[in-house]
T-cell receptor
Framework: EAGVAQSPRYKIIEKRQSVAFWCNPISGHATLYWYQQILGQGPKLLIQFQNNGVVDDSQLPKDRFSAERLKGVDSTLKIQPAKLEDSAVYLC??????????????FGPGTRLLVL | DAKTTQPNSMESNEEEPVHLPCNHSTISGTDYIHWYRQLPSQGPEYVIHGLTSNVNNRMASLAIAEDRKSSTLILHRATLRDAAVYYCILRTRYNQGGKLIFGQGTELSVKP
């Protein structure tokens, strides 16, 4: 079974530029999450989708961050314009509520963003 | 979700058992105890979870105190590949699909 795929793996941009990250979850997983992990800290949820609907975006800085999950499969996270403090690893995860592993989140390798 | 407390770091020798503690004194009766770990330059991965009874799987064992205010993740024989940050997380049984709230975790180093 293929895991969660993310691209790109690394991105360097200058402040005020825009950037987009892509995530392909595990096949059949209805729930998709985007987390932000700043160096030295644990991941923090930015947004959670159930199919193509938003469940929780309370921690998403909506003035500059946006995310979508068209057709309930792939998702993109965009930052526009980027700030220095957005330098972090952006992790995508997916989960299914079915079966004995229901609720377990499976994470991708992350995209490491550096804003100069 | 209730809060957990873990030591910032621990050291272990290769092929020896490791006991990673977690305190969760405000745990409620409906909270599951989950453990995830994050290897260097990778996303977190699920390790194990439990409610009241001790649990074993191929990766580790989870020992839960009788009053459920603390738990211990046990790696029976640490290998160099077990060097990671280990997170203890509480999740209510009524929101198993909800977000994970990560703390600082315990950074485990394994010496050869």
């Amino acid at each position: 079974e293929a895991g969660v795929a993310q691209s790109p793996r690394y991105k360097i941009i200058e402040k005020r530029q825009s950037v987009a990250f892509w995530c392909n979850p595990i096949s059949g997983h209805a729930t998709l999450y985007w987390y932000q992990q700043i160096l030295g800290q644990g991941p923090k949820l930015l947004i959670q989708f159930q199919n193509n609907g938003v469940v929780d975006d309370s921690q998403l800085p909506k003035d500059r961050f946006s995310a979508e999950r068209l057709k309930g499969v792939d998702s993109t996270l965009k930052i526009q314009p980027a700030k220095l403090e957005d330098s972090a690893v952006y992790l995508c995860a997916s989960s299914s509520l079915r079966g004995t592993s229901g609720g377990t989140q499976y994470f991708g390798p992350g995209t490491r963003l550096l804003v100069l | 979700d209730a809060k957990t407390t873990q030591p910032n770091s621990m050291e272990s020798n290769e092929e020896e058992p490791v006991h990673l503690p977690c305190n969760h004194s405000t745990i409620s009766g409906t909270d599951y105890i989950h453990w995830y770990r994050q290897l260097p330059s990778q996303g977190p991965e699920y390790v194990i979870h439990g409610l009241t009874s001790n649990v074993n799987n191929r990766m580790a064992s989870l020992a839960i105190a009788e009053d459920r205010k603390s738990s211990t993740l046990i790696l029976h024989r640490a290998t160099l590949r077990d060097a990671a940050v280990y997170y203890c997380i509480l999740r209510t049984r009524y929101n198993q699909g909800g977000k994970l709230i990560f703390g600082q975790g315990t950074e485990l180093s394994v010496k050869p």
